[in-house]
């Protein structure tokens, strides 16, 4: 049974950083790739970036790209999202996402695969 448990959330002023983790578990991460999501209150779930497991290709939404770094520690099974220079728009619960079916693009259009965390609150502070 495949497993996700974020963690690293919680409240930053905005300009700050943290730094999400993500852990993975039950199954080998292989074929497809690993992903953040997030959804703040009263709006759609949107993607935030992503991991291609073959080669490290990394994938941003254009509201974080330059500010967050998508990275991952392979014999942990650990998948981390660095977020730099947080604004209030940030604010949402975070999720993790493993897709293991290959895909040519796992950019914004990208909805996720079949497995989510549980989820962790970001809260950024103007």
């Known amino acids: 049974q495949v497993q996700l448990v974020e963690s690293g959330g919680g409240l930053v002023q905005a300009g700050g950083s943290l730094r999400l983790s993500c852990e993975t578990s039950g199954r080998t991460n292989s074929g497809g790739a690993t992903g953040w999501f997030r959804q703040a209150p009263g709006k759609e779930r949107e993607f935030v970036a992503a991991?291609?497991?073959?080669?490290?290709?990394?994938y941003y939404a254009p509201s974080v790209s330059g500010r967050f770094t998508i990275s991952r520690d392979n014999a942990q099974n650990m998948v981390y999202l660095q977020m730099n220079n947080l604004r209030a728009e940030d604010t949402a619960v975070y999720y993790c996402?493993?897709?293991?079916?290959?895909?040519?693009?796992?950019?914004?259009?990208?909805?996720?695969?079949?497995?989510w965390g549980q989820g962790t609150q970001v809260t950024v502070s103007s």
């Open positions: 991991m291609r497991w073959s080669n490290g290709f990394t």
């Open positions: 996402n493993v897709d293991y079916r290959w895909r040519t693009d796992y950019g914004p259009g990208w909805s996720g695969g079949d497995y």
